[in-house]
């Protein structure tokens, strides 16, 4: 044990000491109980919870030394395994004596929200706490290593069979025998990585134990995760106002955000100090897809709280319902739309996703600023391909006819020929009959190139408003069943709306079957006889489902039920004579399922400096053939 004056005893009716030299009975019928801060409780000898939990409690208030120190304690862990679940409670004590339990669980947040998987991150993060922190709380509390070998004994009995299902699991079972049984035989992998946790025995910073962390998560879980998204001081470099913008949790209201927001984080923090796994878990959490059932209350108050943080709608209530009764039926039947042109332009008042959306802007500028001479020749390139398709459909053009200015010349046909052609009529095609409606996906997926992704949209915006294409700019994303449409530019605006494009910034999920279906609907009311379509995306659509009880689509919108939609979407609108193309935005393993959506006419942007010659070849392409 720690200390014999140190815990409650399981024996009926000792007397315990505390370090503050209070007084403590056990487990007795009817005993008298005095915590370390001087209060008094009786605990029945039925309540065993109770018991429980404040032996967990002063375990970990003796090992911290710190009286005031927040807990979050698994007494039901106790019953499964007694030793287990006093270990951890030392642990939690004992990290927050030698390290900063708030800074690991700030990196776990940030780790998190560049999209790490949460499963592997805690297991690697509960064998890199225990060996912090072994040594140190063994060296003043002799009892702990007792405890800490009965933990791993019971641990190896109950879960042998489930860690050993993957690789990290056969880390944890090498390094628990090791513990127990002396030298362990190990392969050559499992021993390089349980000589990394070995090392952190030295550890006297939490940033050494986050670091070691982050190398092993790089190397056995996402090898390609510094790649994609940078090193471990991009990480840690994300905001406060970044952290509060991803969806943590679900929530209605903004005074509600803060507290969801600091109990993740404490759950979190408490499960990286634990040995044990959770052992109820959403098999849908794992793969990122949930259905959330809400109530009718809680539905209610879902229009204020979009309108305090996506700004108010540009459409009257009216108009909304109607719009939605048209568009949000088949696998979107239970969704609706919503049309805003964003928090900074109709704001509600200010708050922290508005503050957000400001330094979005803010980074997009300062992004374009480096960018300024490639996107000026881009933007020049694009144009001047375009005015030059613009210029061939603008000549005359002077065919034969049955009617129209007579010519001489061929009047030797009459009586003579069957062809009844004399005349001339001179064609001159209009450059005015086409619509454009650039779609970009504003999911939490494209915020690693969020600033890349506004640039595009701005280059392709002002090539188009240079040579007079009317056209429209929207962002989508999906937080609870609503579809928001953010429009940056409408189809008859001057050039100096290109600009709002910047406000684009990256949060939350994307439906984007039902975003192209409103974003083809807003075409289909254009007098133009063309019609283009380019949506910029990542080829992932992933949408959260939130339902209300009764609803008729549960089934949650991500994978392959997702890409089946979205193809069948462009197939359809594709039918109607709308001509859609797919930029590509995103990872190359999503490639396949972006080929799927929009079949040959989908252009893969590896590069920026790329995207004017691909896309203004297929803008070209469709002011040449059509309607000639």
């Not at 039926?329 to 008042?349: P, Q, S, W």
């Not at 922290?352 to 020049?380: C, T």
């Amino acid at each position: 044990m720690v200390q014999e004056s140190t815990m409650m005893s399981a024996d009926a009716d000792k007397k315990v000491e505390t370090p503050q030299g209070c007084t403590m009975m056990s487990t007795g019928a009817d005993k008298k109980v005095e915590t370390p801060q001087g209060c008094t409780m009786v605990s029945a000898g039925a309540d065993k919870k109770v018991e429980i939990e404040q032996r967990m409690q002063n375990l970990c208030w003796t090992v911290s030394g710190d009286y005031s120190l927040r807990l979050k304690l698994d007494v039901e862990a106790f019953e499964r395994s007694k030793y287990a679940a006093l270990y951890d409670a030392v642990k939690q004590g004992a990290f927050a004596r030698y390290f900063s339990k708030e800074e690991l669980g700030m990196y776990l947040v940030k780790k998190l929200y560049f999209g790490a998987d949460e499963r592997e991150l805690l297991q690697l993060s509960q064998m890199c706490v225990d060996w912090a922190v072994t040594d140190k709380v063994c060296r003043e509390r002799s009892g702990v290593g007792e405890i800490r070998r009965r933990a791993f004994e019971e641990l190896l009995e109950q879960d042998f069979h489930r860690m050993a299902t993957t690789f990290v699991g056969q880390v944890k079972i090498s390094v628990m025998k090791e513990a127990v049984y002396g030298q362990e035989s190990m392969t050559a992998r499992i021993r390089q990585v349980a000589d990394q946790l070995y090392a952190l025995r030295d550890a006297k910073e939490t940033l050494e134990v986050i670091r070691c962390l982050d190398t092993l998560y790089n190397q056995l879980i996402d090898q390609h995760f510094e790649e994609k998204y940078g090193p471990l001081e991009t990480v840690l470099a994300v905001t406060m106002e970044e952290l509060k913008e991803f969806d943590w949790k679900d929530f209605l209201e903004e005074e509600l955000y803060e507290e969801d927001f600091d109990r993740y984080l404490d759950q979190l923090t408490h499960a990286a100090t634990m040995m044990q796994e959770r052992k109820k878990e959403d098999p849908a959490r794992r793969t990122g897809a949930r259905v959330i059932l809400v109530d009718e209350e809680a539905a209610a108050k879902m229009y204020s709280y979009m309108e305090l943080n996506y700004g108010r709608s540009y459409l009257d209530g009216r108009e909304q319902q109607r719009r939605n009764a048209l568009l949000c039926k088949g696998a979107h039947g239970d969704c609706r739309l919503y049309f805003t042109d964003g928090i900074l332009e109709n704001m509600v008042r200010k708050n922290y996703q508005s503050e957000y959306a400001r330094r979005a802007r803010e980074v997009n500028l300062r992004i374009y600023g480096n960018y300024y001479r490639v996107s000026e020749k881009n933007i020049s390139y694009l144009t001047e391909a375009l005015k030059r398709s613009l210029l061939a459909r603008n000549e005359r053009e002077t065919i034969s006819m049955d009617y129209g200015k007579i010519v001489p010349g061929k009047l030797w046909k009459v009586g003579r020929s069957r062809d009844v052609r004399l005349f001339q009529k001179e064609l001159r095609r209009n450059t005015s009959d086409f619509a454009v409606h650039v779609l970009i996906d504003a999911s939490g997926s494209q915020r690693s190139r969020q600033s890349l992704v506004a640039i595009q949209g701005y280059m392709l915006s002002a090539a188009l408003s240079n040579v007079g294409i009317p056209h429209m700019v929207t962002g989508f994303c999906s937080f609870w069943d609503y579809t928001v449409m953010r429009r940056f530019r409408d189809y008859d605006e001057g050039r100096e709306a290109d600009m709002r494009i910047f406000e684009f910034h990256a949060s939350s999920n994307n439906r984007d079957g039902l975003a192209i279906r409103a974003a083809a609907w807003s075409l289909s009311q254009r007098e133009e006889e063309n019609k283009i379509l380019i949506v910029l995306s990542d080829g992932r659509p992933n949408d959260q489902i939130v339902n209300r009880r009764g609803s008729r689509n549960p089934q949650s919108y991500c994978g392959e039920y997702a890409v089946r939609d979205t193809a069948q979407e462009v197939r359809k609108i594709r039918s109607q004579g709308v001509s859609v193309l797919g930029v590509f935005a995103g990872e190359e393993q999503d490639l396949q399922a972006e080929r799927r959506i929009f079949g040959k006419d989908f252009a893969y942007i590896r590069n920026i400096m790329n995207f004017s010659h691909v896309v203004g070849l297929y803008l070209q392409k469709q002011l040449d053939e059509t309607g000639i």
